[in-house]
């Protein structure tokens, strides 16, 4: 089966630019998108098709697919966007894959 | 707006089945580029896929579940439900359903907003 790997953990200092790596065998063949998730929360879309925001997602979120690895990027962190973040791709049997999940921290 | 509601028991035995619906209003469940979805969380764990559902009824599952699980989908109630049998303490973790959007690329737009599931005697 397909699997999806991402770090555990990243820190960024507010303002500052935040970066989440998603890697897995040839992803970049593929769509990835990425989840927010907040304590006690559903999860949100923040992109979508590698780096499509949907409405009422802020600018500072961008994204993007090449190779072996998606990167979900966060430019000028805030404070309240400490969640943690989950990668995902879809692939042509129609299955659905997440990666672990990595905790942002804004400190 | 699309919105989707997870039912069912809060707690169940072990070995017993779990039952959950997913009652989606806003919207309807038969639309051609959307596949409805169940999706778990273990406390304090990451997101693990359980299946899929279009509204034909054509399924699709996690490997890993695949003998456990059905899921159904009944268009005249604007309903999909999960049966999860043989359930252990493993089976613990907060349910979600989600509506997946192909034309989205497989993304899961829309989510319910949880409901905890303890399997305990």
């Known amino acids: 089966s397909y699997v999806l790997t991402q770090p555990p953990s990243v820190s960024v200092s507010p303002g500052q630019t935040a970066s989440i790596t998603c890697s897995g065998d040839k992803l970049g063949d593929r769509y990835a998108c990425w989840y927010q998730q907040k304590p006690g929360q559903s999860p949100i879309l923040v992109i979508y098709q590698d780096n499509k925001r949907p409405s009422g997602i802020p600018e500072r979120f961008s994204g993007s697919n090449s190779g072996n690895t998606a990167t979900l990027t966060i430019s000028g962190t805030q404070a309240m966007d400490e969640a943690d973040y989950y990668c995902q791709a879809w692939d042509s049997s129609t299955d659905v894959v997440f990666g672990g999940g990595t905790k942002l921290t804004v400190l | 707006q699309l919105q989707l509601q997870e039912s069912g028991p809060g707690l169940v035995k072990p070995s017993e089945t779990l039952s959950l619906i997913c009652t989606v209003s806003g919207g309807s469940i038969s639309g051609s580029h959307y596949y409805w979805t169940w999706i778990r969380q273990p406390p304090g764990k990451g997101l693990e896929w359980i299946g899929n559902?279009?509204?034909?009824?054509?399924?699709y599952y996690n490997p890993s579940l695949k003998s456990r699980v059905t899921i159904s989908v009944d268009t005249s109630k604007n309903q999909f439900s999960l049966k999860l049998i043989s359930m252990t303490a493993a089976d613990t973790a907060v349910y979600y359903c989600?509506?997946?959007?192909?034309?989205?690329?497989?993304?899961?737009?829309?989510w319910g907003q949880g409901t905890l599931v303890s399997v305990s005697s």
């Open positions: 559902i279009y509204y034909s009824g054509s399924t």
């Open positions: 989600a509506r997946l959007s192909s034309s989205s690329s497989g993304s899961l737009d829309y």
